[in-house]
């Protein structure tokens, strides 16, 4: 079993930046993938940002330019710097993990809000 805590979330002005931390823990082994999702009201889960055991990492284009995935795998750790955020970015934030040989294990953290005022 992995467990995720995220932290970081909150309010802030359009424009302005906040950064996500996803901790992970537990049974954690070989290639893996962790990755920053959202999801607004009425709206569906959408992925914003993975980053994989080999540093490999991609960005919505949503995002592209103003937000950056980034980890740390001695702690098994990701994080999310969003700069310039816009009211549009409002969202409760989730930290997901897939791993094993077919990425078949998939683990969700609680989510944090990101609410971006106009």
């Known amino acids: 079993q992995v467990q995720l805590v995220e932290s970081g979330g909150g309010l802030v002005q359009a424009g302005g930046s906040l950064r996500l931390s996803c901790a992970a823990s537990?049974?954690?082994?070989?290639?893996?993938?962790m990755a920053w999702y959202r999801q607004a009201p009425g709206n569906q889960r959408e992925l914003v940002a993975r980053?994989?055991?080999?540093?490999?990492?991609d960005h919505a284009d949503s995002v592209k330019g103003r937000f950056t995935i980034s980890r740390d795998n001695a702690k098994k750790a990701i994080y999310l710097q969003m700069n310039s955020l816009k009211p549009e970015d409002t969202a409760v934030y989730y930290c997901?993990?897939?791993?094993?040989?077919?990425?078949?294990?998939?683990?969700w953290g609680q989510g944090t809000q990101v609410t971006v005022s106009s």
């Open positions: 997901n993990m897939q791993q094993g040989l077919r990425l078949q294990y998939e683990y």
């Open positions: 980053i994989n055991s080999n540093g490999v990492s």
């Open positions: 537990g049974s954690i082994r070989g290639f893996y993938i």
